[in-house]
């Protein structure tokens, strides 16, 4: 079984959705692949931990994603600060938010959700 793969710099790689086959598959580097059109199709990789792309929100975003699927909520509390500072980065900034608002929901701290709420205020006046 696949637990980490390496293809950062494939200027022509366009598609990683077979990937979600990949069952184990924790880590996952794919920088410098910035043609990649379905890497929102790993929301499915069930193990995902890891995840590096051109877009560091998409990247969280499918990691949190997984680890919500998951209900892992050790990996949430570890990474769930990290996740709200990109929320300012997220091309869909309210879809990014209902998952981390997930993510907080899953660790039942409502002082931590009303700080998401308090950034999406502020992401989405920026718009």
Known sequence: ELHSLKISECENLVSVKKLVMCKKLETLDCSESGNIR???EL???P????ARWTEKATASYIVMASANRRADVDFIKDNISIWAKHITLAKN???????????A????NIEISARIDELIENRLSLD
Request: proline share 4%.
């Open 105 to 108: 929901g899953l660790l039942g």
């Open 93 to 103: 900034p309210q879809e990014y938010a209902e998952e981390l608002l997930k993510s």
């Open 38 to 40: 379905d890497f929102y």
């Open 47 to 50: 193990n995902l931990k890891f």
């Open 43 to 45: 929301v499915n990789v």
